[in-house]
């Protein structure tokens, strides 16, 4: 597939996810990291939200809970250029009911080219990069001339 590129904007859209078992490691880090978090949009799924808003009071657009849909609302997102990173702290121990949404999320993160941190030391690299608080262009699939190439 042809390329184009986009720009995230300094302040980016950082989504953040957990698994049941995550959940606190999550919650952790993102009070450890809270100051950093502040200049951000931040959106996750339904439990993790609420949860993380409440412990912390950090704004966050919460969609669905993940099993219900909220990771594939959080993909459809990534696929509108709407995430311009995903944490997600799953749990690589454990099978989910709802795994095929799961690997879904993270297959589309990848398709998009975002950034993805699916543990505390990835997260801490990612949130670290002086690119987190920089304009970024990054390269992702034309879809524009896909669609052009099929007519």
């Not at 439990?47 to 919460?62: Q, R, V, W, Y």
């Not at 995430?83 to 799961?102: G, K, R």
């Amino acid at each position: 597939m042809k390329k184009t590129t986009r720009i995230m904007a300094a302040k980016k859209h950082v989504a953040l996810v957990a698994h049941d078992n995550y959940k606190g490691e999550l919650l952790r880090w993102v009070v450890e990291n809270q100051s950093k978090l502040e200049k951000h949009e931040l959106y996750a799924t339904g439990t993790t939200g609420h949860m993380l808003n409440k412990e912390t009071g950090l704004a966050i657009t919460s969609m669905i809970s993940g099993p219900m849909g909220g990771d594939q609302q959080l993909g459809a997102k990534i696929a509108e250029g709407k995430i311009d990173a995903l944490i997600f702290f799953w749990d690589p121990l454990n099978s989910v009911p709802h795994d095929p949404d799961v690997k879904a999320l993270l297959r589309i993160a990848s398709v998009w080219n975002i950034p993805v941190a699916t543990n505390r030391a990835t997260a801490k690299f990612l949130f670290n990069s002086i690119l987190m608080e920089q304009e970024v262009e990054i390269e992702i699939p034309d879809y524009q001339a896909y669609l052009a190439d099929r007519t």
